[in-house]
């Protein structure tokens, strides 16, 4: 019997024919479509061949190209594409994406670019005070709209993972980068109020310190804790173990917080059952309290303003827009009485007493709109009485004038105040400037051009008495405020150094 042939798998073969490697002998061939293995071997005998050979000359198919595929072992690759589990396999491939499409490789050049654009998303997240709940479908956007983009066709990044970015990378990496600066600061105050966040206490810690090397003031966040009350005693404890971790405890210099009896036991700063009176019995005896500035002068304001005596400002701005804030009815029939008195209707604006540079905008639109609104209020048969009686009142007007005027001033101060690197002396000037401001208000008896504009038609209506009558409670609102301010700017004397004057100078 002549000897059997059998085919190799070749290197022209996995050319021709890609969709085939390897498999587990030479005389086999895997395609890598079916995951199946297909023999190549040809074991026919030569006479069997020799037979082939002859019918396909018969019928004129006898070709050397036709010779060299049957001999090869090609014509048994050739069957299996033409099976119809291939063409459906191929098919199926063609519609489905392979599972390295989703799954990232760790230490690649590509992982790290992928982590890298996952957390500057989570960090974009916490630097505009985004929920976690739209990552949900950033990712799937950011895949559609850069559909030809190995990263972002890779990025997974929802809300749980941008949650556990934010706490387990970039929070302990954020802290890390201040301790480390930390260690090379010889002083540092450490301020904290508490933040009530649904029914939790939330009591941040920060610490203020001058690194000229980063460019002078640094204000950074230490720790964020929840603790059950903001007693005296837990938040001494609070504040004496995160200074105790970062190792500050001979470090702290001063304390900074509201002007509490809590915080600092009054004006006077007596007692013993206050934060500021603790942390000096246990971190530093030497130790310098600051309280809130911005307190001071919105507090001094509004102390001012309780010895007018005409109304309250704060209820009247409140009550005003209440009254129209969801009623479409009203709010129709004020633009009538808009456009019937020819002004501008505007949206009137809501004030909260904890938002301390809200009322200004408030009082200068209820101004804008006061002729609509004095009109509307006075003819309906059914209005609030505050309102009426507001409305009825012949200096109603020029009381809003006078809050609008020296609320201005205090808006500029409270602004300044609030900018993020001030040092304790620049607080001192900004409230000094307040202080003088409001003396040269007091020696020039100043009442705003608005006011004597009204004052002047009321004059010729005989009602001088009561002109003078307001501008004598105007010029006590100066005086009362100027003595607040005072007495409270007293707790700034031990930083009146001469030395510092050139902060007031401007540059040349």
């Not at 002083?187 to 009591?203: C, E, P, R």
Request: positive net charge.
């Amino acid at each position: 019997m002549p000897p059997k042939r059998k085919c190799h798998f070749t290197d022209d073969l996995r050319r021709k024919y890609p969709c085939f490697g390897k498999s587990r002998s030479e005389f086999e061939a895997k395609c890598q479509i079916c995951d199946s293995y297909v023999s190549i071997a040809n074991s026919e005998n030569f006479l069997a061949i020799l037979n082939f050979f002859l019918w396909e000359r018969k019928n004129m198919r006898c070709t050397d190209t036709r010779i060299s595929s049957i001999l090869s072992g090609s014509t048994d690759l050739e069957k299996h594409i033409n099976t119809p589990k291939h063409a459906r396999n191929i098919r199926d491939a063609s519609t489905s994406k392979s599972m390295t499409n989703f799954v990232v490789h760790k230490s690649t050049p590509l992982a790290l670019k992928i982590s890298a654009a996952e957390g500057t998303l989570a960090f974009h997240i916490v630097k505009h005070h985004n929920s976690f709940k739209s990552m949900d479908c950033t990712s799937t956007l950011l895949r559609t709209l850069f559909d030809d983009s190995d990263i972002a066709k890779k990025i997974s990044c929802a809300r749980t993972k941008t949650e556990a970015i934010i706490n387990g990378v970039l929070s302990p990496h954020c802290i890390l980068m201040v301790s480390n600066d930390l260690k090379n600061i010889s002083f540092v105050s450490i301020s904290t109020d508490s933040s009530n966040h649904g029914n939790k206490k939330l009591f941040p810690i920060v610490v203020q310190y001058f690194d000229h090397i980063q460019g002078g003031i640094q204000v950074r966040m230490l720790d964020l804790q929840e603790i059950n009350n903001e007693t005296a005693e837990t938040v001494t404890s609070l504040i004496e173990g995160v200074i105790t971790k970062h190792n500050l405890n001979k470090k702290i210099i001063a304390f900074s917080g509201d002007n509490t009896n809590t915080n600092f036991g009054g004006l006077n700063r007596k007692g013993e059952q206050n934060i500021f009176y603790l942390l000096k019995n246990r971190v530093n005896s030497e130790l310098v309290g600051i309280g809130c500035s911005a307190h001071i002068l919105h507090n001094a304001i509004h102390h001012g303003l309780d010895q007018f005596g005409l109304f309250d400002i704060d209820a009247l701005v409140l009550k005003i827009f209440n009254f129209f804030s969801i009623y479409t009815v009203r709010t129709n029939e004020l633009k009538e009485f808009c456009d019937f008195v020819e002004v501008t209707y505007r949206n009137l604006l809501y004030h909260s007493k904890t938002r301390w540079l809200s009322l200004l905008p408030a009082v200068h639109r209820i101004l804008q709109m006061f002729p609509a609104l004095k009109s509307y209020f006075l003819s309906q048969n059914k209005s609030l009485k505050i309102l009426e009686a507001f409305f009825l009142d012949d200096f109603s007007e020029c009381y809003l004038y006078f809050i609008h005027s020296i609320m201005s001033l205090f808006y500029e101060k409270i602004k300044d105040i609030e900018k993020e690197n001030n040092s304790i002396l620049e607080i001192m000037a900004i409230i000094g400037d307040t202080v003088e401001s409001l003396r040269e208000r007091i020696d020039s008896k100043f009442l705003p051009l608005s006011i004597k504009l009204v004052f002047s038609k009321l004059k010729k209506d005989g009602k001088g008495s009561s002109c003078d009558n307001f501008a004598a409670r105007a010029l006590s609102v100066y005086e009362v405020t100027e003595e607040y301010l005072r007495k409270w700017s007293e707790l700034f004397s031990e930083f009146e150094i001469n030395t510092f004057n050139f902060f007031k100078i401007s540059s040349f």
